[in-house]
């Protein structure tokens, strides 16, 4: 079994920054499949980015170009760069993994992630 844990969401302005992290507590995990969803009120959750195991990320299109996703291994992390932040933006944002390497295809498949976080929450004010 293994814990996520997301840190860094927080209220921003618009056109601002902030970085996601989330540490798995156990490695193994975090090497492998790892994702970023998000939830805002009212809506579904939707998937943001992931990074499989061999290095390869994907994005919505909605952030395409704003969100970098990548890891640090050495302290069993994944963080989420978030830069232009818009209000639509602003969810619940929750972190993912799978305990193999390579990532659903095609990509964002919830039910293909076993182990989910608690949330961190992004509010972007406009």
């Known amino acids: 079994q293994v814990r996520l844990v997301e840190s860094g969401g927080g209220l921003v302005q618009a056109g601002g920054s902030l970085r996601l992290s989330c540490e798995a507590s156990?490695?193994?995990?975090?090497?492998?499949?790892m994702g970023w969803f998000r939830q805002a009120p009212g809506k579904e959750r939707e998937g943001v980015a992931t990074l499989d195991g061999y290095g390869s990320a994907r994005y919505a299109e909605s952030v395409r170009g704003r969100f970098t996703i990548s890891r640090d291994n050495a302290v069993r992390t994944v963080h989420l760069q978030m830069s232009s932040l818009k209000a639509e933006d602003t969810a619940m944002y929750y972190c993912?993994?799978?305990?193999?390497?390579?990532?659903?295809?095609?990509?964002?498949?919830?039910?293909?992630?076993?182990?989910w976080g608690e949330g961190t929450q992004v509010t972007v004010s406009s």
């Open positions: 156990a490695y193994g995990y975090a090497s492998g499949c």
């Open positions: 993912a993994a799978r305990a193999i390497n390579r990532c659903s295809d095609p990509p964002f498949q919830a039910d293909a992630f076993g182990y």
